[in-house]
């Protein structure tokens, strides 16, 4: 759904947000008739229960659903906090590990497509049709990013960031920026030489990013050839740290000697303990609010690791449970396409439940053929289901906040520009956000900062990129394409291109040091932006580009 659906949506005729210039009796039906509203919302439809359950012309009850969907909304963040913390940032690591990525390269590739994915996948189903508010979505993305995101990865971890790793990131995030707001400016239009070279700097930034890497490798392994000496040793070391995520992988032993009682013994006790880690010790101790707080997350908790296989190289036998797994194998695939494809249907069968019945097989067989007392030399692939089920998880509890932003944005007579720079990007921006904080808690602040440049990039690339060009190489029959701004486009642009500014600065006066003043100072840039957006949407100031 997300920015996909909402895109499509702004081309209709009939917009959401007039449900409000109508009568009182006519709201419910119109929330209910309107695709633009139908299609921005999920799994609940909020709109619906704000204008059809709720008596609106009564403050009161008004203010009690806003507080309803506040309450529910942060705990979805909640969840969503506890699936980045404990099941993508473990998987993430175990694929780049595999992969033999260092921080950056992962923060480039892995976090960057994860993040982005299901922007891709709406995109992709809406036929990447351009819209004129590409261009203030994406700058918009990529101020959150680059200051409100990163900023607080530095508050969470501070951390030194390579000279040669930022000054090219940087350099990709500036030259993407830059170039899409040169073409945009273009009053004759945008034609195929200007759109077609946006549309490959996503693609270059990664091709860069995978060769850095690869040359780092090979100046590892000159120097590991050639005779010791206190320099060489020292700069081995250090360019071993570079290229080394520090990822201790336990020994897995395979033997006969390990196996004991049959293929099955314990596998209620083995599936009860990887499914209920309930902390006693720490209900017995703690006050009335953490026991409160205790009882209420497990369930939620005992949920996702149900849902979501995880693979955790540094644990013993990489938590391996035969039953969990033979569960996850059906239940995961299951989920997804629920998610990707619940409204279609297979020979009068809903797809869901199709792949249901394709999957159960598989998992018999896993449970035909693994024992509890010793992890199979396959379950180490299962990460790759892991990340995918994180990540179409992360995708509904998105679109659920992309749901309830557009009810709050419709409820407060907000225009759509102020929806777009603000609600519609944090619900957007939501995973990108708990899993850099995650990620910097859990010790790769270097991959959580690396994706605020690479992302932006990805999701202009998704968002605005790929749509022009092929509007000007197949779509538009014209030479030459038109396009706008916007009237907060140029000013949210301005912003962005100051904030890189002060990034790059931070950067040169700290000597690389990424410490939490620097944190401090784009968290703070990022707050006088939205004071300005507020300025702006309250006709105090007038946006650049706007005459008075």
């Known amino acids: 759904m997300a920015y996909g659906i909402w895109m499509r949506s702004l081309h209709q005729a009939d917009a959401c947000n007039k449900v409000n210039h109508l009568p009182e009796p006519q709201r419910c039906q119109y929330v209910k008739e309107t695709a633009d509203c139908m299609d921005n919302m999920y799994l609940i439809n909020y709109l619906t229960w704000h204008y059809c359950h709720v008596d609106s012309r009564n403050k009161f009850n008004a203010f009690w659903s806003m507080l309803a969907m506040t309450v529910v909304a942060t705990y979805i963040f909640w969840m969503m906090q506890k699936s980045v913390r404990a099941y993508f940032c473990p998987t993430l690591k175990v694929l780049a590990d595999t992969f033999s990525m260092n921080e950056n390269v992962a ?19 809406g036929m990447l049709v351009f819209s004129k508010w590409g261009f203030l979505m994406s700058m918009a993305q990529t101020l959150f990013q680059q200051t409100f995101v990163a900023g607080l990865v530095m508050l969470t971890r501070p951390f030194h960031v390579e000279p040669g790793y930022f000054l090219r990131d940087f350099g990709f995030l500036f030259l993407n920026t830059t170039f899409m707001d040169f073409i945009h400016k273009r009053e004759s239009g945008i034609t195929k030489l200007g759109a077609i070279p946006g549309a490959l700097i996503y693609l270059a930034h990664v091709l860069v990013a995978v060769m850095d890497q690869r040359l780092l490798e090979a100046r590892v392994h000159q120097l590991q050839k ?5 320099l060489q040793a020292e700069q081995l070391e ?3 740290r570079q290229a080394d995520l520090g990822v201790h992988r336990e020994k897995i032993d395979r033997s006969a000697a390990r196996r004991h009682g049959g293929a099955n013994r314990q596998l209620l006790q083995q599936f009860w303990a990887s499914i209920f880690r309930f902390d006693k010790d720490q209900f017995r101790r703690g006050s009335f609010c953490v026991r409160f707080y205790l009882l209420i997350k497990e369930p939620m908790e005992m949920l996702l690791r149900l849902l979501v296989p995880v693979v955790d190289v ?32 297979l020979l009068g069968t809903a797809a869901y439940i199709m792949t249901f019945y394709v999957m159960l097989p598989l998992g018999c ?25 994180v990540i179409f998880l992360i995708f509904f509890l998105t679109s659920e906040v992309m749901a309830m932003f557009f009810t709050i944005g419709t409820i407060w007579h907000m225009s759509q520009s102020f929806v777009m720079a603000t609600a519609i990007c944090w619900g957007l921006n939501a995973g990108d956000l708990v899993a850099g904080i995650a990620l910097a808690r859990q010790g790769f602040p270097r991959m959580a900062f ?24 197949v779509r538009s029959v014209a030479n030459a394409f038109p396009v706008e701004e916007g009237s907060f486009g140029e000013t949210v642009c301005i912003f962005v291109e100051v904030s890189l500014v002060i990034s790059l600065m931070s950067a040169l006066t700290t000597n690389f040091q990424m410490r939490r003043a620097c944190g401090m100072l784009l968290v703070a840039y990022y707050l006088f932006f939205l004071a300005v957006l507020v300025l702006l949407e309250t006709d105090v100031i007038h946006a650049y580009g706007v005459d008075n």
Request: a negative charge.
């Open 107 to 125: 923060g480039v590739t892995l976090l960057t497509i994860a993040n982005g994915s299901s922007d891709l996948f709406t995109a992709i189903a």
């Open 226 to 230: 050639i005779e010791n000496s206190e």
């Open 238 to 240: 250090e360019l071993m």
């Open 314 to 345: 540094e644990k013993p036998d990489y938590g391996w449970s035969k039953l969990l797994c033979c569960l996850q194998f059906i239940i995961a695939p299951t989920y997804i396409f629920f998610i990707l494809l619940k409204d279609v249907s």
């Open 365 to 389: 067989l896993i449970f035909w053929r693994t024992r509890t007392d010793t992890t199979p030399k396959f379950f180490r692939f299962t990460a790759i289901l892991g990340f995918i089920s």
């Open 450 to 473: 690396a994706a605020t440049f690479s992302s932006p990039v990805f999701g202009t690339f998704v968002n605005l990129a790929l749509p022009l060009a092929l509007e000007t190489t």
